[in-house]
């Protein structure tokens, strides 16, 4: 039996009735925003209301606590990922400064979809959007679209984005013949490759490695035809000469070097919003009416991230043969292609018309570098640590005591250090009078111990002269035990 909530006449989600009590409001905001998404009229017969669209959105922007919850553990997740493959990754947080959207062809009640990755059902960009963007940065720089290149050419966007036959700069065609506009920009960046082929900017023993890479399925003598004429082979590429009509660059297949994760966004405040199109020309597009602005405008809600949301971009650099130039800087040409991404292209949906703006977030990245730091040094540290016996991990343990009193400039002579010490040199003279039947502490640690246990008391005091004579005697027994096993 499917059962509609409509306390509030906005809608209601069309759910089975045993779901009505299940906290649906507590849901992910991709949950609300899809299965429960409530804009349904059971009285008149699931129809969509269409009058409450706006209260209908509303009621799923806010993340609840455990949706935020979720939210934080998957980025803690991708953070602890990133940061386990160390310099194979590089991540970059940045700030949305207009609203983000993605995911518009999505189909929902509202006509607008909206991305939600599942099954967590929270707001993300798909690492395939974030490749496609960078590309297209990573190609204006290479052909010098805006001046200075940053360092990127064509063969930097094919050793890590890998190569594709079809695009605009080899082909010289839109692929949209009846817009001048497009075939103008077309024919002028396939210039600038050509113009990059002649003037001999292309590094040889780069490009020699790409072609044995990209030609490793060719026949031999093919292939050592293009190792032996480089200059051949990238206008063969882009279709130019007559050696073009030995190579059907279709069917070169190189994937690239670089995968870029799902970014998760987080939402200023944690709440998402809304923004809304009016459409002034429905009798146009719906009825065949001559187009006029003075048409009934019809407003269109939809979701959207508001400025402020939070993104950490993961782009991470696969095993593999990178040349040496590429294995050195390719962080730093990523970095290039990311600030001009922000500058002039922007993500998600929209960005023509000014949404998916973005910038470097400092303050965040410098967050970030420090957390990073911090868990490689954590895991060094669990590293070492795990290499260690059971006494050396304890006698490791005292000496980092030790170094915390000393740096907070404490001297307690019954306090935590001294008490541990204790248990220690208790522990190390049980183990030698059982030392026939299990000797755990095995030789040198007991020395190791009485160094440190006279450094300790050193440091902290020995006490009253019977008990600094006390002590003495049992780091030295320690010291005598060990040497008479050695």
Same mark, same amino acid.
């Given at each position: 039996?499917?059962? *509609?909530?409509?306390?509030?006449?906005?809608?209601?989600?069309?759910?089975?009735?045993?779901?009505?009590?299940?906290?649906?409001?507590?849901?992910?905001?991709?949950?609300?925003?899809?299965?429960?998404?409530?804009?349904?009229?059971?009285?008149?017969?699931?129809?969509?209301?269409?009058?409450?669209?706006?209260?209908? =959105?509303?009621?799923?922007?806010?993340?609840? !606590?455990?949706?935020?919850?979720?939210?934080?553990?998957?980025?803690?997740?991708?953070?602890?990922?990133?940061?386990?493959?160390?310099?194979?990754?590089?991540?970059?947080?940045?700030?949305? %400064?207009?609203?983000?959207?993605?995911?518009?062809?999505?189909?929902?009640?509202?006509?607008?979809?909206?991305?939600?990755?599942?099954?967590?059902?929270?707001?993300?960009?798909?690492?395939?959007?974030?490749?496609?963007?960078?590309?297209?940065?990573?190609?204006? =720089?290479?052909?010098?679209?805006?001046?200075?290149?940053?360092?990127?050419?064509?063969?930097?966007?094919?050793?890590?984005?890998?190569?594709?036959?079809?695009?605009?700069?080899? %082909?010289?065609?839109?692929?949209?013949?009846?817009?001048?506009? =497009?075939? &103008? @920009?077309?024919?002028?960046?396939?210039?600038?490759?050509?113009?990059?082929?002649?003037?001999?900017?292309?590094?040889?023993?780069?490009?020699?490695?790409?072609?044995?890479?990209?030609?490793?399925?060719?026949?031999?003598?093919?292939?050592?035809?293009?190792?032996?004429?480089?200059?051949?082979?990238?206008?063969?590429?882009?279709?130019?000469?007559?050696?073009?009509?030995?190579?059907?660059?279709?069917?070169?297949?190189?994937?690239?070097?670089?995968?870029?994760?799902?970014?998760?966004?987080?939402?200023?405040?944690?709440?998402?919003?809304?923004?809304?199109?009016?459409?002034?020309? %429905?009798?146009?597009?719906?009825?065949?009416?001559?187009? *006029?602005?003075?048409?009934?405008?019809?407003?269109?809600?939809?979701?959207?991230? !508001? !400025?402020?949301?939070?993104?950490?971009?993961?782009?991470?650099?696969? @095993?593999?043969?990178?040349?040496?130039?590429?294995?050195?800087?390719?962080?730093?040409?990523?970095?290039?292609?990311?600030?001009?991404?922000?500058?002039?292209?922007?993500?998600?949906?929209?960005?023509?018309?000014?949404?998916?703006?973005?910038? %470097?977030?400092?303050?965040? *990245?410098?967050?970030?570098?420090?957390?990073?730091?911090?868990?490689?040094?954590?895991?060094?540290?669990?590293?070492?640590?795990?290499?260690?016996?059971?006494?050396?991990?304890?006698?490791?343990?005292?000496?980092?005591?030790?170094?915390?009193?000393?740096?907070?400039?404490?001297?307690?002579?019954?306090?935590?250090?001294?008490?541990?010490?204790?248990?220690?040199?208790?522990?190390?003279?049980?183990?030698?009078?059982?030392?026939?039947?299990?000797?755990?502490?095995?030789?040198?640690?007991?020395?190791?111990?009485?160094?440190?246990?006279? &450094?300790?008391?050193?440091?902290?005091?020995?006490?009253?002269?019977?008990?600094?004579?006390?002590?003495?005697?049992?780091?030295?027994?320690?010291?005598?035990?060990?040497?008479?096993?050695?």
């Amino acid at each position: 039996m499917i059962l *509609a909530m409509n306390r509030d006449h906005t809608g209601s989600p069309a759910v089975p009735k045993y779901l009505q009590s299940q906290g649906l409001e507590d849901a992910p905001p991709g949950h609300r925003f899809g299965m429960y998404f409530p804009c349904w009229l059971p009285d008149n017969g699931w129809k969509r209301a269409d009058s409450n669209k706006h209260k209908a =959105l509303q009621s799923i922007f806010d993340l609840k !606590p455990d949706a935020d919850a979720l939210l934080n553990a998957v980025l803690k997740r991708q953070f602890g990922q990133s940061s386990a493959l160390g310099e194979k990754v590089l991540a970059l947080p940045a700030k949305s %400064t207009a609203p983000f959207v993605t995911g518009i062809g999505i189909e929902h009640p509202l006509e607008n979809g909206f991305a939600f990755q599942n099954p967590y059902g929270l707001p993300y960009l798909p690492g395939s959007g974030v490749k496609g963007v960078l590309r297209a940065a990573a190609e204006d =720089l290479a052909l010098g679209i805006y001046g200075e290149t940053r360092g990127w050419d064509v063969l930097a966007i094919w050793w890590l984005f890998g190569f594709e036959p079809m695009s605009v700069y080899l %082909t010289g065609r839109s692929g949209k013949f009846d817009d001048k506009v =497009l075939a &103008e @920009e077309a024919e002028r960046r396939n210039k600038r490759f050509l113009s990059w082929i002649e003037r001999r900017e292309w590094d040889p023993v780069t490009l020699k490695s790409f072609s044995d890479a990209a030609m490793d399925d060719a026949r031999d003598k093919d292939r050592q035809q293009w190792l032996n004429t480089p200059e051949d082979f990238l206008r063969a590429l882009a279709g130019v000469g007559d050696e073009a009509r030995r190579l059907d660059s279709t069917k070169i297949q190189f994937k690239g070097h670089l995968h870029f994760w799902d970014v998760f966004v987080k939402p200023k405040n944690g709440r998402l919003g809304m923004d809304i199109l009016t459409p002034h020309h %429905t009798d146009y597009y719906q009825n065949g009416k001559t187009p *006029a602005d003075c048409g009934q405008p019809v407003p269109n809600q939809f979701l959207v991230v !508001p !400025p402020g949301g939070e993104f950490v971009f993961y782009s991470q650099c696969v @095993e593999g043969t990178l040349p040496r130039t590429l294995q050195d800087n390719w962080c730093a040409l990523i970095e290039a292609a990311f600030e001009h991404a922000f500058d002039w292209l922007g993500f998600g949906a929209k960005t023509a018309v000014g949404y998916g703006q973005m910038v %470097t977030d400092t303050r965040l *990245a410098q967050e970030f570098t420090d957390k990073r730091g911090e868990y490689e040094r954590s895991s060094k540290e669990q590293k070492r640590l795990s290499t260690m016996s059971s006494e050396e991990r304890s006698i490791d343990e005292l000496a980092g005591l030790l170094q915390e009193e000393r740096k907070a400039e404490r001297k307690v002579a019954g306090g935590e250090l001294s008490n541990r010490l204790s248990d220690l040199i208790r522990e190390a003279e049980a183990e030698a009078e059982a030392e026939a039947e299990a000797g755990n502490w095995e030789v040198n640690y007991r020395s190791q111990l009485a160094d440190l246990a006279q &450094e300790i008391y050193g440091y902290i005091g020995w006490g009253p002269s019977k008990k600094k004579k006390m002590k003495k005697a049992r780091i030295n027994s320690l010291r005598q035990r060990d040497n008479c096993n050695t």
